[in-house]
C-alpha cells in the first residue's frame, strides 16, 4: 500500500515551526515517503527550503483549516491512487513520521479503514494540553464508544475512508473539527477505525514554547469548547447517541 503524507504550513519567519516542517520532510523523504505540503504564503527561506528537500509544495487554494487540510488530503490521494493511503499529520508532530510504516502495517493486519495512532504516554506535554486532550479523548470514546487517541491529531486514512475527509464541509466551523468529525461519520457508516500504539515524545522545544504562551493554553481550551459539543451533535444525528 502506497502511502503519502499531507500536511498543511504557514510560517512568516524561519521559526521553531518552520524548522520542524523541514525537519519532517528531510526524515519522510530519507524513508521514501511522498510529503504533499499546502502552504498559505509562508516565509520565502521556508518554501525553497522545503521544496529543495524533496517537498511537493502547494499554494494554498482556499483559506482556511478545513479547506487547506482538505486540498492537501486530496493532493496527497491523487498520488496514492485508489489503493493507498493518507498519512494527515502536522509538521511539529515530526517524529510520527518514523512510526508511519508501524501503522501501515496495523492497517494492512486488522482492515482498518483509519489507523489513529495512540501515544503510550502524554508527558512530554504541557500540562495543560495533556488534561485537556485526556478528557477530550474521553468524550469521543462517550459518544462513540470507540477509545482511540483522537487528540494526537495524526490520522492514517485508508481507500473507503477517504471521502469522509474529502466530502466534510465544515459544519461545526471548519477549524479542527475537519480531521474529528469525519471518524465520528466513518464510524457511524460502518468502516473500521483502531488504534496503533507508538513511542511518541512531543519535541522538547515545542513544549518549551507552548508552555511558555498563555495563549496556547487558552487554544487548548477553546479547542475543548468547539469539539466537545460537535461530538455529541454529530453523534446524535448519526443515531450513535440515543
Known sequence: MKTCIATTTFSTAFDLRAHMALEMVKRAVAL???????????HHE?????????A????????????????????????????????????????????????????????????VPARKSMESYPPIQ????????MYFAKVTGHWLDVWVGPRLIGPR??????????????KWDSIFIPIIRAIAAGLKVAGCDVNYVHPAEQTAAEEADPNMDLKRLKQL???VPSFYMEARKLGLLK
Not at 521556508?46 to 524533496?54: N, P, T
Not at 495533556?130 to 479523548?137: I, T, Y
Request: with cysteine.
Open 32 to 42: 521514501g515517503i511522498n510529503v504533499v505540503v499546502v502552504d498559505g504564503g509562508s
Open 130 to 137: 495533556q488534561a485537556a486532550e485526556r478528557l477530550g479523548n
Open 225 to 227: 469548547d468547539n469539539l
Open 46 to 54: 521556508l518554501r525553497s527550503s522545503l521544496f529543495d528537500h524533496g
Open 56 to 115: 511537493l509544495l502547494t499554494d494554498e487554494k482556499d483559506c482556511g483549516m478545513g479547506p487547506s487540510r482538505r486540498q492537501a488530503i486530496n493532493e496527497a490521494w491523487n498520488i496514492v491512487g485508489p489503493t493507498g493511503s493518507v498519512f494527515w499529520m502536522e509538521p511539529e508532530k515530526w517524529p510520527l513520521v518514523d512510526q508511519i510504516f508501524l501503522m501501515k502495517t496495523a492497517m494492512e493486519k486488522t482492515g482498518a479503514d483509519i489507523v
Open 161 to 174: 475512508a477517504i471521502r469522509h475527509f474529502l466530502d466534510y464541509n465544515d459544519d461545526y466551523g471548519g
